[in-house]
């Protein structure tokens, strides 16, 4: 079958350091923290008290007042970013195939608060008294669902629910849908937003997050101090397109999509394998699938979640992936900036791929201060920095043993 060539030709984006794709983009060069004191809820009950928060949003400035009301806050973060990719890339759905054009948007978690707010009701008033929007708020397809409603995109229109995974395996699935031939275009990434008493809770009770108070000591990716991850929410949504159909509309492009790889460890509910071995065999799947090799690579953005057993199993992976180039990798997390989105993350962490490769820049894994022997990568401490790149790797590994790495190419024409 013959392998058709995949494109960036759209971006938009909601995070904890932007309202945009390109406010989100700015801050992440300049090392903006997005982490803070929660807002969303009172934290006096509760041992972790940081989070990523998308700041000063306010539904009705981006959404009619009448349509965000029956959206949950995913939904209408997923919603706000396909809006902006889809501007962004100057598309024209009038003039396009929509039987051809589909949607891939994840998320992990959905509408909790929803599911936390009905279910106070239900037990006030009784359940059959709970919103008959409740439903179909939180689901956590719906984000998918309302962008082709939306965009009238009647193609294929699905959601990967793999956990921290999911933004990766939705990006990668649509690059793999429009090489394989069966979609010309496709709106794909990720959605979150779960900064909740309830998600929290659960995630500080299994020690999976900081419980640290100091924003700049809280995500802090392949430091030896690192304790946990910093919860973060927004969403990130590219637009695919197959080459040809993109320069037949005059379209820019930010960068081509080249190679996915996907495996699970089968291993473990929570933990990845100790030797990191599933991480590897997912990137080493994303150069095979490009035909590149190890030694074109130039940057990888980390999963880097600032957990003690994925900060050291993700640099081991690489280590066996890319043995001594390893070495000469730059290796950053911006989760140090963002927290960790979960169905999100690998939405955004492509998008910041994307625009490092086609502005040559790399951004920092911040707040950086203790080297950890386990983790002896070039981790772009605290500074980012100017550089030639060609190719740059996103990896995304999540509970379940969810592994995914996505291989983009700077855009040459």
Not at 4 to 18: H, M, N
Not at 122 to 145: H, L, Q, T, W
Not at 225 to 240: H, M, Q, T
């Amino acid at each position: 079958m013959e392998k058709r060539r995949v494109v960036i030709t759209g971006i938009g984006a909601i995070t904890p350091i932007g309202h945009s794709a390109t406010e989100s983009w700015q801050a992440a060069r300049n090392g903006v923290c997005g982490v803070a004191p929660i807002t969303a809820y009172d934290t006096a009950d509760q041992r972790v008290k940081l989070a990523a928060e998308v700041k000063d949003y306010q539904p009705e400035n981006f959404l009619d007042k009448k349509e965000a009301k029956h959206m949950a806050r995913f939904t209408q973060f997923a919603m706000i970013a396909a809006r902006e990719a889809l501007q962004d890339s100057g598309f024209n759905a009038e003039q396009a195939d929509l039987d051809r054009c589909g949607v891939i948007v994840s998320s992990g978690i959905g509408a909790l608060q929803n599911t936390e707010d009905e279910h106070d009701r239900g037990r006030e008033k009784g359940f059959d008294r709970v919103s008959p929007f409740y439903i179909p708020m939180s689901i956590c397809n719906m984000a998918a669902g309302r962008i082709a409603i939306d965009a009238g995109f009647r193609g294929m229109c699905s959601c990967p629910v793999t956990a921290c995974a999911g933004g990766t395996n939705a990006v990668g699935d649509a690059f793999h849908y429009i090489r394989d031939g069966y979609a010309d275009a496709m709106l794909c990434g990720g959605s979150e937003s779960a900064v909740t008493p309830l998600a929290v809770g659960g995630f500080t009770t299994m020690k999976a997050l900081t419980q640290s108070e100091d924003p700049s000591r809280a995500s802090i990716p392949f430091d030896a101090e690192r304790s946990g991850f910093v919860l973060g929410e927004g969403a990130a949504i590219l637009l695919l397109e197959e080459l040809g159909h993109a320069q037949a509309r005059g379209a820019k492009i930010y960068a081509e999509f080249v190679g996915y790889g996907v495996t699970c460890d089968a291993y473990h509910m929570t933990a990845p394998l100790p030797d990191g071995s599933g991480g590897a065999k997912a990137m080493a799947l994303a150069l095979a699938d490009a035909g590149a090799k190890p030694e074109d690579v130039d940057y990888i953005n980390a999963h880097g979640t600032s957990t003690p057993l994925n900060d050291a199993g993700e640099t081991l992976a690489i280590k066996t992936v890319f043995g001594d180039h390893a070495k000469k990798l730059a290796v950053s997390s911006t989760k140090s900036m963002t927290g960790h989105m979960l169905g999100a993350a690998g939405a955004v962490e492509a998008l910041f791929s994307a625009l490092a490769l086609k502005e040559g820049y790399l951004p920092a894994t911040i707040n950086y201060q203790v080297p950890d022997p386990a983790c002896d990568l070039d981790v772009v401490p605290n500074v980012g920095r100017d550089s030639d790149l060609r190719y740059a790797l996103s990896n995304s590994l999540g509970f379940g043993g969810h592994n995914g790495s996505i291989l983009l190419k700077k855009w040459e024409a």
